[in-house]
């Protein structure tokens, strides 16, 4: 009977490694073909100002605000696409070819830290997660910005030895995702925390807190910058007339709140929650609950009941995942647990997307937590003792 099990199991394994590629390419091309039918290359909106910056780029050399520098990853594939006359489809196909590589890479990461079997039905979760696959079509920041950001962490957490190269490749990373979106700076305080813990065990106190200090001053440099930037940046203004949703004021007109003499640095959000805590305490709560209630009025209950039956079960998974693995796994949970917890914070200190587009942003280290717990179920329910072995960090 020990054998027929291990037989089956080993069966089942081989299953898994075979076809999985085949089973995540159909359902993925299948997924991007739906939403190219459904939403077509989408320029309108959002996508129009990253054009007209692309425009401006080519006749002038630069962008038309320093702000836009940020973003300037998809201004250059669109003024490519431009310059080369290959029109906005061959931007979408890179879009589509950044997304795919994403993908592949997530599954193989999964794959390596629980197994093939879990690997596959967290990367179909990625896959079937309609909301953020449907930017892949839109031409704007999202869709390279998940794609690289994914690429960007599997690549980070699968360093087995850190030398000086990878270093070096994981600052160039960052640096091209941080000139994505803005967004971007937010994966410097969990790539630190990851190396310094993950690699960095033995180091002496003195020299934990030397590069504690540094690396605490330098995001604290490229987010003070980022939010001095200029342009269209105003950090005040979701205070002053209350937006839960980015660009949807819920006051007629703006309220008296005591603000610095620089509001768009950090010395100015400090001096704002300082000196306005209890409003800052009630927004702080109603655009918590928008984030993570993922609902809108102006969706269709049909959209509203997808978003809750899909999201709030991994919601579960991924706290049963912190709470039992967390000191199996607890550089690389710590890194997930970090983009999602900055994140969250800047939504706080700033407004929710309409679309979901920040939640989503983190819906890839959700997934990863989520991973652990369903593998656990698993090698549970089959008794198979080897599949433990699988999980490492």
Request: net charge positive; glycine share 4%; aromatic share 20%.
């Amino acid at each position: 009977m020990t054998l027929l099990l291990s037989s089956e199991n080993t069966d089942r394994r081989f299953f898994y490694k075979k076809h999985s590629y085949l089973i995540l390419f159909i359902c993925w091309a299948s997924v991007q073909t739906i939403l190219l039918f459904q939403y077509g290359i989408f320029t309108d909106l959002e996508a129009k100002k990253y054009i007209t910056e692309a425009y401006h780029l080519i006749d002038t050399g630069t962008v038309s605000s320093s702000n836009f520098w940020l973003y300037s990853a998809q201004i250059f594939i669109i003024a490519a696409a431009i310059k080369l006359k290959t029109g906005f489809v061959s931007v979408y196909i890179v879009q589509l070819l950044f997304n795919a590589a994403s993908t592949f890479v997530f599954y193989n990461y999964l794959r390596r830290v629980t197994s093939a079997k879990t690997g596959l039905i967290v990367t179909l979760l990625l896959i079937f997660n309609f909301p953020f696959q449907t930017f892949n079509s839109f031409l704007q920041t999202e869709s390279l910005f998940f794609s690289l950001s994914i690429l960007f962490s599997c690549f980070l957490l699968n360093i087995q030895r850190l030398s000086t190269q990878k270093l070096l490749q994981v600052l160039l990373f960052l640096f091209l995702l941080c000139f994505t979106r803005p967004t971007g700076c937010l994966f410097i305080p969990g790539t630190f925390l990851y190396i310094f813990f993950h690699f960095f065990k033995r180091i002496s106190t003195i020299h934990k807190l030397i590069i504690t200090g540094a690396g605490t001053i330098l995001f604290f440099w490229i987010a003070n910058a980022a939010m001095g930037s200029g342009g269209e940046l105003d950090f005040m203004l979701p205070f002053r007339d209350e937006r839960i949703i980015c660009g949807v004021p819920t006051l007629s007109q703006f309220i008296e709140i005591k603000t610095a003499s620089n509001p768009n640095s950090l010395y100015g959000l400090f001096y704002y929650i300082v000196n306005n805590f209890e409003q800052f305490i009630r927004l702080t709560f109603i655009r918590s609950k928008a984030f993570w209630g993922l609902t809108r009025n102006y969706f269709s209950s049909g959209h509203n009941t997808f978003l809750m039956t899909y999201f709030y079960p991994l919601y579960i998974l991924s706290l049963i995942a912190v709470f039992r693995y967390f000191k199996r796994e607890k550089t690389s949970f710590l890194y997930c647990i970090s983009i999602i917890g900055i994140t969250w914070l800047t939504v706080i200190l700033t407004c929710d997307d309409w679309h979901n587009r920040f939640f989503l942003s983190i819906t890839p280290y959700i997934y990863i937590l989520t991973a652990f717990a369903i593998h656990n179920l698993f090698y549970k329910k089959s008794g198979n003792v080897a599949d433990k072995a699988n999980i490492s960090n």
